[in-house]
C-alpha cells in the first residue's frame, strides 16, 4: 500500500519551528496549491487548496533556514490523520502532510537556476508551449 504526497506550491506563512523535551525539532506551515480551470461558461476560474504540513528533525531545521512566507516549496510526504481533545474539552481532527523530502524552489541571490522548472529568465529554448485549443489542419480521426 502506498501513502503517498506531492506539492508544489507557496508558503502561506513562515514556518513556526519548536524544539521538544527530547530535543526534537518540529515545524509546522502551510501551503498553497493553486489550479486553474474554465468553468460551464468558459470563464476561467482559479482554485487555491490549502494543505497543513509538519516537518520533523533535520527536515524542521531545514524549513526554518531555507523557507519563508511566499516560498515556492516542493514536499513529499504522507497524509496523517489524527484527532485530539481540546481545551474546552471539544474532540478536533487534523488532517496533515507529514513531509519527507523538502525543497526550495526559489532562486537564489547571484546563483545560477538552482532548480530544474524554466522561468521567464532563463534562455529561450526549442520548446513550444502546448496549445489545447483545435486546429483547423488536425488530421487525427477522434
Given at each position: 500500500m502506498i501513502n503517498?504526497?506531492?506539492?508544489?506550491?507557496?508558503?502561506?506563512?513562515?514556518p513556526e519551528v519548536?524544539?521538544?523535551e527530547n530535543g526534537a525539532s518540529v515545524a509546522k506551515f502551510?501551503?498553497?496549491?493553486?489550479?486553474?480551470?474554465?468553468?460551464?461558461d468558459g470563464n476561467w476560474q482559479s482554485l487555491?487548496?490549502?494543505?497543513?504540513?509538519?516537518a520533523w528533525r533535520n527536515l524542521a531545521e531545514?524549513?526554518?533556514?531555507t523557507l519563508k512566507k511566499g516560498s515556492l516549496v516542493f514536499i513529499e510526504g504522507k497524509i496523517s490523520h489524527r484527532?485530539?481533545?481540546?481545551?474546552?474539552?471539544?474532540?478536533r481532527r487534523v488532517t496533515e502532510i507529514v513531509a519527507q523530502t523538502?525543497?526550495?524552489?526559489?532562486?537564489?541571490e547571484g546563483g545560477g537556476n538552482q532548480n530544474s522548472f524554466p522561468s521567464t529568465n532563463d534562455e529561450p529554448s526549442s520548446h513550444v508551449p502546448f496549445?489545447?485549443?483545435?486546429?483547423?489542419?488536425?488530421d487525427l480521426p477522434f
Open positions: 503517498k504526497v506531492t506539492l508544489i506550491g507557496n508558503l502561506g506563512k513562515d519548536r524544539k521538544l502551510t501551503v498553497a496549491t493553486n489550479e486553474s480551470y474554465k468553468d460551464k487555491t487548496d490549502w494543505h497543513d504540513i509538519v531545514q524549513a526554518e533556514r484527532k485530539y481533545t481540546d481545551s474546552n474539552n471539544i474532540e523538502l525543497k526550495s524552489l526559489d532562486r537564489r496549445d489545447p485549443s483545435p486546429s483547423a489542419d488536425d
